[in-house]
Antibody, heavy 121, light 106 residues
Framework: QVQLQESGPGLVKPSETLSLTCTVSGASISSYYWSWIRQPPGKRPEWIGYMFNSGSTNYNPSLKSRIIISVDTSKNQFSLKLSSVTAADTAVYYC???????????????WGQGTMVTVSS | IQMTQSPSSLSASVGDGVTITCRASQSISSYLNWYQQKPGKAPKLLVYAVARLQSGVPSRFSGSGSGTDFTLTISSLQPEDFATYFCQQTYMTPWTFGQGTKVDIK
């Protein structure tokens, strides 16, 4: 059974860098696409970007200048760094992937539980 | 690609049939997925590629459409279906979601 678990600070100061890690169990991080998605309270989810093939990436242009998604294959983890954060970056952050037959449609069939990150001084 | 759902919210009773509409700002072929989200939980995939039901999803859920206009239908609402529903296009990145439709109890 595949499981994803996000971890990282719940509070980040404005202008600093938000850093989150997603630990994958039950599947190899070297296969599939691994995404970060965020959802501000009461709003729609926003796709941040994905990593695949142990390092190739595709980022949302709206965030591209501030984000880095990286992988640690030895720990079966992938990470998100979002720099120069503001209050607008306050959201629940999810890691997610497409592992089953729905992968043909790039639909997210597996999600982490999400972690709330608040940007505040 | 902008995704617009209607209505933004609706009230219905157990046993009612419900239809939610999702419109894309350009053609997305069949790259349209639907998710259900309950408070404090991650979204759950219900339907992918317009009409394909994810494993374990009850058959009262169905999807249809093509091009720019899509629908999610719940044939007979059950108590566990009261939630928020999002559509998502994966035709091109950045993948985008609709604003959501909240289904609550009348």
């Amino acid at each position: 059974q595949v499981q994803l678990q996000e971890s990282g600070p719940g509070l980040v100061k404005p202008s600093e860098t938000l850093s989150l890690t997603c630990t994958v169990s039950g599947a190899s991080i070297s296969s599939y696409y691994w995404s970060w998605i965020r959802q501000p309270p009461g709003k729609r989810p926003e796709w941040i970007g994905y990593m695949f093939n142990s390092g190739s990436t595709n980022y949302n242009p709206s965030l591209k200048s501030r984000i880095i998604i990286s992988v640690d294959t030895s720990k079966n983890q992938f990470s998100l760094k979002l720099s120069s954060v503001t209050a607008a970056d306050t959201a629940v952050y999810y890691c997610a992937s497409s592992l089953g037959v729905a992968a043909a449609a790039d639909a997210f069939d597996i999600w982490g539980q999400g972690t709330m990150v608040t940007v505040s001084s | 690609i902008q995704m617009t759902q209607s209505p933004s919210s609706l009230s219905a009773s157990v046993g009612d049939g419900v239809t939610i509409t999702c419109r894309a700002s350009q053609s997305i072929s069949s790259y349209l997925n639907w998710y259900q989200q309950k408070p404090g939980k991650a979204p759950k995939l219900l339907v992918y590629a317009v009409a394909r039901l994810q494993s374990g999803v009850p058959s009262r859920f169905s999807g249809s459409g093509s091009g720019t206009d899509f629908t999610l239908t719940i044939s007979s609402l059950q108590p566990e279906d009261f939630a928020t529903y999002f559509c998502q296009q994966t035709y091109m990145t950045p993948w985008t979601f609709g604003q959501g439709t909240k289904v609550d109890i009348k």
